[in-house]
T-cell receptor, first 115, second 112 residues
Framework: KQEVTQIPAALSVPEGENLVLNCSFTDSAIYNLQWFRQDPGKGLTSLLLIQSSQREQTSGRLNASLDKSSGRSTLYIAASQPGDSATYLCVECNAGGTSYGKLTFGQGTILTVHP | NAGVTQTPKFRILKIGQSMTLQCAQDMNHNYMYWYRQDPGMGLKLIYYSVGAGITDKGEVPNGYNVSRSTTEDFPLRLELAAPSQTSVYFC???????????FGSGTQLSVL
């Protein structure tokens, strides 16, 4: 059974700090990995998607990296703002055989950025 | 494009009642998924579909049924609702080519 683990479970930082969220996965046949944010009572919004052939993706203040050999991905948020407060989810997509297209979710990191 | 549309947004059921959660997408995506999210837990896959007429069980299919008669629609049926089915339900879709996963806004269901 594939597993995705996110560390830390919760993080509270002052505004302006750079921060790193960690995701580890056990799937050796990863197809891609996607980072989402979820606001309370809302759905999930896609932030970045990294294909298995890529090492990183960037969007604005966000940078996500992927290291297949170690089974790790990180989400880097630069100059954090109160509006970044949300739960961040890491989702791994499998590439192999009958599991193709299956997604495994981490439990999320709850981020609070205080003014 | 409206994206992935889920209805209803909220629903309260009595034990033993049945209902259908609707999900529709207008992006011509082949892959569609149903997840449930319990407080403090990750999303768990209930059922998924790789195309019209094809469905398969996920991690937690018991108590649910699905159908996929068209590419656009993927309804989730709850028969004989139980308190353990109280959760937030999310529908999602994607293309099989590794593109982004799109989520609906969720249905909050309470079974009392």
């Amino acid at each position: 059974k594939q597993e995705v683990t996110q560390i830390p479970a919760a993080l509270s930082v002052p505004e302006g700090e750079n921060l790193v969220l960690n995701c580890s996965f056990t799937d050796s046949a990863i197809y891609n990995l996607q980072w989402f944010r979820q606001d309370p009572g809302k759905g999930l919004t896609s932030l970045l998607l990294i294909q298995s052939s890529q090492r990183e993706q960037t969007s604005g203040r966000l940078n996500a990296s992927l290291d297949k050999s170690s089974g790790r991905s990180t989400l880097y948020i630069a100059a954090s703002q109160p509006g970044d407060s949300a739960t961040y989810l890491c989702v791994e997509c499998n590439a192999g055989g009958t599991s193709y297209g299956k997604l495994t979710f981490g439990q999320g990191t709850i981020l609070t950025v205080h003014p | 494009n409206a994206g992935v549309t889920q209805t209803p947004k909220f629903r309260i059921l009595k034990i033993g009642q049945s209902m259908t959660l609707q999900c529709a997408q207008d992006m011509n995506h082949n892959y569609m998924y149903w997840y449930r999210q319990d407080p403090g837990m990750g999303l768990k896959l209930i059922y998924y579909s790789v195309g019209a007429g094809i469905t398969d069980k996920g991690e937690v299919p018991n108590g649910y049924n699905v159908s996929r008669s068209t590419t656009e629609d993927f309804p989730l049926r709850l028969e004989l609702a139980a308190p353990s089915q109280t959760s937030v339900y999310f529908c999602a879709s994607r293309t099989p080519g590794g593109e982004k996963l799109f989520f609906g806004s969720g249905t909050q269901l309470s079974v009392l």
